[in-house]
Antibody, heavy 121, light 106 residues
Framework: EVQLVESGGGLVHPGGSLRLSCTAS????????MSWVRQAPGKGLVWVSA????????YYADSVKGRFTISRDNSKNTLHLQIDSLSAEDTAIYYC??????????????WGQGTLVTVSS | EIVMTQSPATLSVSPGERATLSCRAS??????LAWYQQKPGQAPRLLIY???TRATGIPARFSGSGSGTDFTLTISSLQSEDFAVYYC????????FGHGTKLEIK
């Protein structure tokens, strides 16, 4: 059974940083691209960042480029998202999501339960 | 950026009836479209990919159709557990989600 478990969310002041993690199990982690998708309170889904299965290619939404860094450790079946220079607009539940191929740019067949990031002074 | 427009924003339907949800892309996305269901407090769940292929474990009452720019998700006979928010997502050119359709009990 595929499982994705996010962690690392919390309350952070504007301008602060957080590192989110997603621990995967139940599939061959390095064979699949992974993404982060966020959802602001009461709002819809917005793709944030993706990384290829081997980890050599990374992609970002324009709204987070330069502030967010996606990475993965295939030896530990873990996905990360480093988020810097946070503002209130970054307040959201952050989901990690598994794609269906090693290359990014596909749909998401499994999602974690999400981790809440709240940016407030 | 490809814009995905879902309609209606809210759909009120009685249990046992059919629900039809629409999704329109701002440019041709061929059949690179997925549908997700999200219930309150839960993560999204994949329903349909490739515009019309049901994901593993999805009941046959869910069906998808369309290609190019116009797509439809149909739920043939609504069950109580189907009342939720539904999102379409294009993956022809990276990823864009629609704003969702809330399916509520009439």
């Amino acid at each position: 059974e595929v499982q994705l478990v996010e962690s690392g969310g919390g309350l952070v002041h504007p301008g602060g940083s957080l590192r989110l993690s997603c621990t995967a199990s139940g599939f061959s982690f390095s064979d699949y691209a992974m993404s982060w998708v966020r959802q602001a309170p009461g709002k819809g889904l917005v793709w944030v960042s993706a990384i290829s299965g081997p980890g050599g290619s990374t992609y970002y939404a324009d709204s987070v480029k330069g502030r967010f860094t996606i990475s993965r450790d295939n030896s530990k079946n873990t996905l990360h998202l480093q988020i810097d220079s946070l503002s209130a607009e970054d307040t959201a539940i952050y989901y990690c999501a598994k794609e269906v191929a090693p290359a990014a740019g596909d749909y998401f067949d499994h999602w974690g339960q999400g981790t809440l990031v709240t940016v407030s002074s | 950026e490809i814009v995905m427009t879902q309609s209606p924003a809210t759909l009120s339907v009685s249990p046992g009836e059919r629900a039809t949800l629409s999704c329109r892309a701002s440019q041709n996305i061929w059949k690179n479209l997925a549908w997700y269901q999200q219930k309150p407090g839960q993560a999204p769940r994949l329903l349909i990919y490739g515009a019309s292929t049901r994901a593993t474990g999805i009941p046959a009452r869910f069906s998808g159709s369309g290609s190019g720019t116009d797509f439809t998700l149909t739920i043939s006979s609504l069950q109580s557990e189907d009342f939720a928010v539904y999102y379409c997502q294009q993956y022809n050119n990276w990823y864009t989600f629609g704003h969702g359709t809330k399916l509520e009990i009439k």
